[in-house]
């Protein structure tokens, strides 16, 4: 089969959509097709990094997808609190959905859904066959016996306050709140001074988070720091997979 694209990814989620603007900055003249079978490239998240996680060449890169920036961030636990002062940079699945959109056009193809992937070749379900010189699968965690993972679980919720919340930085863990069945700790991003997204985060062997436990869990933090919340603006959620061990090989 004669290859229609130099690069295909399948799933445009945060992972491809990173490989495919860096390689269109380093590679211009390189065909590459991004597919989802989702609406929007991205989803609906929020990711964040701290300025050290990236060298400055990779943070002039990467500046069209940051949507906020504060200079210091808070921690607490129930016998230590610090302000740490070092860079926080927040990225939402929005404007990462808008500038993989203006800078791929006609080549995202997103409610597409995805029948087969091989190494040079791509069948949709509506059984288009597509080549490519190398295929990409990003479409996200499958389970494996090969590996022992546990789960970053989270319900995250952007509320409008009626009055100010009162944070100039992140605290990005509160680690004082009841620990419930495994590592717990409270997440907040202030993103205008009445805008905070809250998100209630545990670290637990399976992906059982309760998601109405967890989104009192949120009202009730919110009561606890004097935060008056009045309208939710969007919530996200989320099971991450942290690989504990494993046969790499395999």
């Not at 939402?92 to 500038?99: I, L």
């Not at 091989?118 to 990409?136: C, H, P, T």
């Amino acid at each position: 089969m004669q290859p229609h694209y130099d690069l295909i990814l399948v799933g445009a989620g945060l992972a491809n959509g990173l490989i495919a603007l860096r390689l269109q900055q380093q590679q211009p003249d390189m065909r590459i097709l991004l597919i989802d079978a989702a609406p929007q490239a991205g989803g609906n998240h929020t990711w964040s990094f701290h300025h050290d996680d990236l060298t400055e060449s990779q943070h002039r890169w990467i500046a069209p997808l940051v949507v906020h920036h504060w200079p210091d961030y808070q921690v607490r636990f129930p016998t230590r609190r610090r302000k740490l002062n070092s860079g926080y940079f927040c990225i939402t699945s929005q404007r990462f959905a808008e500038v993989l959109q203006r800078q791929f056009g006609p080549h995202l193809w997103m409610d597409t859904a995805v029948a087969e992937v091989n190494a040079e070749s791509v069948r949709l379900k509506k059984g288009q066959v597509i080549g490519a010189r190398a295929v990409i699968d990003g479409r996200g965690y499958a389970a494996n016996s090969a590996l022992s993972v546990g789960f970053q679980a989270f319900i995250g919720q952007e509320w409008r306050l009626s009055q100010p919340h009162g944070l100039s930085s992140p605290i990005i863990m509160d680690a004082t709140v009841d620990q419930q069945n495994g590592y717990r700790f409270v997440y907040s991003l202030p993103l205008s001074p009445t805008r905070l997204l809250i998100e209630d985060t545990h670290y637990i062997d399976n992906a059982t988070l309760d998601p109405e436990r967890a989104r009192q869990n949120i009202c009730d933090y919110a009561a606890q720091q004097g935060w008056q919340l009045q309208t939710l603006l969007r919530e996200e959620q989320g099971a991450l997979p942290i690989t504990l061990s494993g046969n790499a090989d395999a």
